[in-house]
């Protein structure tokens, strides 16, 4: 499994790089509004941090970027695409799971624009993805579960589906929307390829009480016993 991060700000993005070798970034209009800075200000910012980290390639750090949600034809999405697509070779270009989304994935992917398939919340919707030959299909998981969803079974029946018809791989299927450590567990035990979350979900999972009291037990035993 791979694991991304879910931001627009430089200073996670080295955090998370350094400290958990993350795998790539993906980003959506909140986190861009996060950073602070102007869109395109934003993803030539990461842009660059991923030429100065030597990760250049789609295949070796891949960057998610989303088109203006405003747009509402296939046509304005791949014209949005291609202006997008350009500034850096790591870039895939994401476009939300609607008839004209997938219409405008499937003449990206022809024309060797990659794409990720966002704001997936049903297997049905995922279908299309891997139909369409997208890199990355990205269902969401934190806002189901918050209505009470199971997302565990939602996770496998998509990866059961890809595994019978052959894209399983090919396009790879990236858990997002996740909020909690257990999230992570469930997308991992139900074999997504890949999660993404904000740096504070990954650094929750590495908190556990017994690791606390264990390291304060040693600690003592450590404080009592002579050089």
């Not at 861009?32 to 980290?53: N, Q």
């Not at 891949?62 to 949005?80: R, T």
């Not at 990205?138 to 199971?150: L, M, Q, R, V």
Request: charged share 20%; glycine share 8%; hydrophobic share 40%.
């Amino acid at each position: 499994m791979k694991y991304f991060l879910d931001s627009a700000k430089l200073d996670e993005i080295d955090l998370a790089y350094r400290t958990f070798g993350i795998d790539g970034i993906t980003t959506n209009p909140r986190h861009i509004m996060a950073s602070g800075k102007p869109f395109l200000t934003a993803i030539h910012g990461i842009a660059d941090w991923v030429e100065a980290h030597d990760l250049s390639g789609i295949d070796r750090f891949p960057v998610s970027v989303e088109v203006n949600p405003h747009l509402e034809s296939a046509k304005d999405m791949v014209k949005a695409a291609k202006e997008i697509a350009p500034i850096s070779k790591n870039f895939a270009i994401k476009i939300p799971c609607t008839v004209e989304g997938v219409s405008a994935a499937r003449e990206l992917e022809k024309e060797g624009i990659r794409t990720n398939l966002t704001l997936v919340f049903s297997p049905s919707q995922a279908i299309w993805a891997g139909r369409m030959g997208s890199l990355f299909v990205s269902p969401f998981i934190g806002w189901k579960e918050a209505n009470g969803e199971d997302c565990r079974k939602y996770i496998q029946d998509i990866v059961t589906i890809y595994r019978n018809y052959g894209y399983l791989g090919k396009t790879q299927i990236i858990c997002a929307a996740i909020r909690t450590p257990k999230q992570m567990v469930d997308c991992a035990v139900a074999g997504a390829d890949i999660i993404t979350t904000g740096l504070d979900v990954y650094l929750e999972s590495m908190k556990h009480a017994y690791t606390t009291q264990g390291i304060g037990t040693f600690c003592q035993a450590w404080d009592n016993t002579a050089v």
